[in-house]
């Protein structure tokens, strides 16, 4: 209204008024529009920050798994290791244990060769032994049938229902 009252330098103020205006409207939005990107980046930058958190809590979490997984698995190669060692030790006792019996078996037969080489010297010794006493009694028989009229055969039948050993 004052510009109409002032002629055409009053239209030339409404003019500049008119854009002062629209500036300080452009201006207000544009402060309105930042303070929105602000308070979206500000959103955005604190959910960053908790994402930077969790994702250094997994980082940790799975550091911290991947320590305890390295003491497991030298806890199982030092397990594998003793299971070695003890399958080793089995092995070698195992081996030894047939060796021991192979040697009783073979000590076993040279017993039973050196009981049947007793057994046919004491077949042998037998047959001395029931020769000699034979021999004996022949010799006192001879002396002896003569006097008293026996004859050979007897003698020797007698001989043999004689056990030699008493």
Known sequence: MEAARAGDAGAGFAVVADEVRNL???????????TQLLAGTST?????????????????????KAQKTAVLLKEIANASKEQS???????KAVFDLDKVTQ?????????????E????????????VASLVRLVRGAVSDRETA?????????????EETPLLE
């Not at 300080?24 to 930042?34: E, G, N, V, Y």
């Not at 006097?147 to 001989?159: I, V």
């Open 117 to 128: 080489d007793m057994e046919d010297q004491s077949t042998h010794l037998n047959r001395d």
């Open 44 to 64: 955005r930058v604190e959910a960053g920050v908790e994402l930077v958190k969790v994702t250094n809590a997994a980082f940790e979490e799975a550091a911290d």
């Open 24 to 34: 300080a409207r452009r201006a207000a939005q544009a402060a309105q529009d930042t």
């Open 85 to 91: 060692t003890g399958i080793g030790q089995v092995s």
């Open 147 to 159: 006097a008293l009229g026996t004859s050979d055969s007897t003698l020797e039948k007698s001989a």
């Open 103 to 115: 040697q009783n078996a073979a000590d076993a037969d040279q017993a039973a060769h050196i009981a």
